[in-house]
């Protein structure tokens, strides 16, 4: 694992941008929002490729506000020309040179510190970029959850910050609280958090509005016509909305065993 040292301090307040998508305008508005907030640094979880926008512009911007950024599955898949079958994939060779040398050299994973202890950036989970943890998962689930269960037995690690999933979510497993900082995507409930490691509260906030109808998630799905009146939709760049704020959720501190306490969840209002 490739790990970069990000300052010789502990960063008390981050802001945490989920999976970008292309989505620029949305980028943009999060990333001057946040900056104004006085934040110690931004992170980002990846998947700057594969949506319908600006995915040079998404990496300018991302390079320009020093955001600290991993390599998502759709970035990994999009630098190795594969599966390329969707209107909304990006092709590698019709991006700028720019743009290319900086998605080649995105870690996949990068260690913060925190005041409240280490904490591990990613896409999904640790290695796995498509390892994923969702807001409803129980006891079954995430004892069958290998990747997860390989980040616990190594109890390296206070805080996980992720993507993949696109679900905006606060959930303490063990002495592990996984932090999802869910998408910018139409159609998936964008939005982003502010984590204040000090006060320990991560502060949600939505992007609205969004009147795009929900999309496929999975490349699986039958793939979306580039002609289609949908795929035209997608194409068109939103207006920058205001970030909306909703209620604060409480971060653990200290150990949390998982059977005492319940997970504090925020997921998709669908």
């Known amino acids: 694992m490739k790990r970069l040292p990000i300052s010789p301090y502990p960063l008390s307040r981050i802001g945490l941008i989920g999976d970008v998508h292309g989505q620029a305008e949305r980028l943009k508005t999060v990333i001057v929002y946040l900056q104004g907030q006085g934040v110690d ?68 994973q990068i260690e913060l510190q925190t005041p409240q202890g280490l904490a591990l950036l990613c896409h999904g989970l640790g290695e796995n970029d498509m390892g994923k943890l969702m807001p409803r998962d129980g006891s079954q689930a995430i004892d069958n959850n290998q990747a997860l269960q390989t980040l616990l037995q190594a109890q390296r690690y206070r805080y996980l910050l992720n993507g993949h999933s696109h ?28 984590l204040d490691f000090t006060q320990g509260l991560a502060q949600p906030y939505d992007l609205r509005p969004d009147s795009s109808p929900a999309i496929d998630r999975d490349l699986e799905a039958p793939p979306l016509d580039a002609n289609s009146f949908l795929a035209r939709q997608l194409s068109v760049e939103a207006i ?29 209002l669908n």
Not at 167 to 180: A, E, Q, S
Not at 183 to 190: A, C, D, I, S, W
Not at 263 to 268: D, I, S, T, V, W
Request: include cysteine.
């Open 240 to 268: 920058p909305a205001q970030p909306i704020a909703m209620a604060p959720i409480t971060l653990p501190h200290g150990c949390v065993n998982s059977g005492r306490i319940a997970p504090r969840q925020l997921q998709h």
């Open 167 to 194: 679900y905006r979510m606060v959930k303490p497993v063990g002495d592990l609280t996984v932090i999802n900082g869910g998408t910018l995507r139409r159609g998936h409930e964008p939005g982003f958090l502010h």
């Open 41 to 108: 640094a931004l992170v980002c979880t990846g998947d700057i490729t594969d949506g319908f926008g600006d995915v040079d512009r998404c990496c300018d911007l991302l390079q320009a506000a020093q955001v600290i950024t991993v390599l998502g599955n759709h970035d990994r898949w999009c630098i190795n020309n594969e599966l390329r079958n969707r209107a909304e994939c990006t092709i590698f060779e019709n991006l700028s040179p720019s743009s290319q040398a900086f998605l080649s050299q995105l870690p996949t």
